[in-house]
């Protein structure tokens, strides 16, 4: 069956690392949901701004196109995306049948660390907190939580062995 996994968390928790991983592993194409935000979204952020709604809302409303039209095309993918609230991960799943979301779960001060040497990156460590205050932790109901504690390649092993798997009621 083809799905497209969704890799959601804040800002650093390695969205686009195990989103790369997973697609190499699965063979199927990746995208960054990043490169879906409008040009002011993205001046907005490397103003320090955090977004708001209103300017979320067509990002999202991109991002939902897309994951349709690969499941419309019966085509598997990966896309990374924020999704920090309740509301934007349903805007991504309304009429999207075969998406499962990809919760990547780590604390602030493992995250923080790992901003901090990042390089070239429109998203700043100083607006962590405000990706913090903004999450919404997904339940394990329809997401599947995996801890970014170890390494990517026991990351991707844990995500492979679990989507495998049948769904079950924690991660559905």
């Known amino acids: ?21 997973l697609a190499e592993r699965l063979d199927v194409p990746f995208y960054d949901g990043d490169d879906f935000h409008p040009a002011e979204n993205v001046a907005k952020m490397a103003n320090g701004q955090p977004l708001n709604d209103d300017d979320r809302y067509p990002w999202l409303a991109r991002l939902h196109d897309l994951i349709a039209n690969h499941l419309a095309k019966g085509q598997s993918a990966v896309v990374a995306c924020s ?24 604390s602030f001060e493992l995250i923080l660390g790992r901003m901090k040497a990042r390089k070239d990156h429109f998203m ?4 962590l907190q405000s990706q913090f205050d903004t999450l919404e932790s997904p339940s394990a109901h329809n997401t599947l939580i995996v801890s970014i504690d170890g ?13 495998a798997a049948p769904p079950d009621e924690s991660d559905g």
């Open 151 to 163: 390494e990517v390649d026991e990351i991707i092993a844990e995500i492979t062995n679990r989507i």
């Open 124 to 127: 700043k460590a100083d607006m």
């Open 83 to 106: 999704a920090l609230k309740n509301k934007y991960r349903d805007q991504l799943r309304q009429g999207n049948q075969g998406m499962r979301i990809i919760y990547l779960q780590g």
């Open 1 to 21: 069956m083809n799905q497209v996994f969704v890799i959601t968390g804040v800002s650093g928790s390695g969205k686009t690392t195990v989103g790369i991983a």
